[in-house]
């Protein structure tokens, strides 16, 4: 079992933070990587990336946002609580060197990932523009945990509710057309996001790092439930990834396999709903 240390809700309660007990865990897993937890015996196998780790205390952050029936299972828990399996670290981890300038993008719960791999690029002495968004300012997460972790960091809002009124794409531009020697943007966040990012980043000719969330079983290559298209090649999230290439991966394939099951998703959400009012 995996005790949950500390628990905080963010985003209006729509956004959970769990620190879990993981020592093993936490003494491998490097920026980039993710877990599969499962909350109970009937519980389905999730797939989140770490957004922090503590060596020293033994423990791993998650974030995740509550859209289906094992989310809100995992929302249920409560400190003192414990997952029944955590799995990992999983996936290949960030490549991280000293580039010069590099920019870091993050929407949503994808701010997340992005926290440990900011800080890991300004660690290696990267001069990192950091640029963060939401729909509104309740929305935001993690804005002085990236301020410390970055450069120079830039905060957008959809509504014009806190920060640059616009998209991240904005702010990615602007940064963009200042600077002509920045090495590298990793993008991360909502799949039309890191679409966007990467659109752009290719009319600069800027190398760009996306971290997919597939459709995701087992976690090690072997069902291949994860598969995404890179550069007309067939790729595995879980083993390949979770990081491409933005400028060759398929998002609109991505986009149309992540919908699949959209329907079910919200049917069982909202039988759990139910279950849980009924007591």
């Known amino acids: ?97 000293k580039l010069g300038k590099v920019i870091c993008v993050g929407g949503g719960t994808g701010v997340a990932v992005l926290h440990p791999i900011t800080r890991a690029l300004k660690e290696a002495g990267n001069h990192v523009f950091c640029v963060i968004g939401a729909r509104n300012k309740d929305l935001l997460i993690l804005e002085e945990q990236m301020k410390a972790a970055s450069s120079d960091l830039r905060v957008c809002t959809d509504d014009g509710s806190y920060g640059h009124h616009g998209f991240v794409t904005d702010v990615l531009k602007s940064i963009l057309t200042e600077n002509n020697d920045i090495k590298l943007v990793v993008a991360i966040g909502p799949v039309p996001m890191m679409k966007a990012c990467s659109n752009l980043t290719k009319e600069f000719g800027v190398k760009t790092m996306v971290s997919l969330n597939p459709i995701m079983v087992d976690g090690t290559g072997m069902c291949g439930g994860c598969r995404v298209s890179v550069g007309g090649e067939t790729k595995f999230a879980c083993v390949d990834g979770p990081e491409f290439d933005g400028h060759q991966v398929d998002f609109d394939e991505l986009a149309l396999r992540l919908r699949a099951y959209t329907a079910d998703e919200k049917e069982s959400h909202a039988c759990f709903l139910n279950k849980a009012k009924q007591g």
Do not use: C, W
């Open 1 to 97: 079992m995996f005790k949950i240390v500390k628990r905080q809700e963010m985003a209006q309660g729509t956004v959970v933070l769990n620190e879990i007990e993981a020592p093993l865990i936490a003494a491998k897993a490097k920026p980039g990587q993710f877990v599969i937890l499962k909350a109970n015996e009937t519980g389905e196998r999730i797939p989140l990336t770490m957004a922090d780790t503590d060596p020293e205390k033994g423990t791993i952050t998650i974030i995740f946002m509550i859209v289906g029936k094992s989310t809100a299972l995992f929302a249920t828990l409560k400190e003192g609580d414990a997952y029944m399996d955590v799995i990992g670290p999983l996936g290949a981890p960030t490549h991280i060197e």
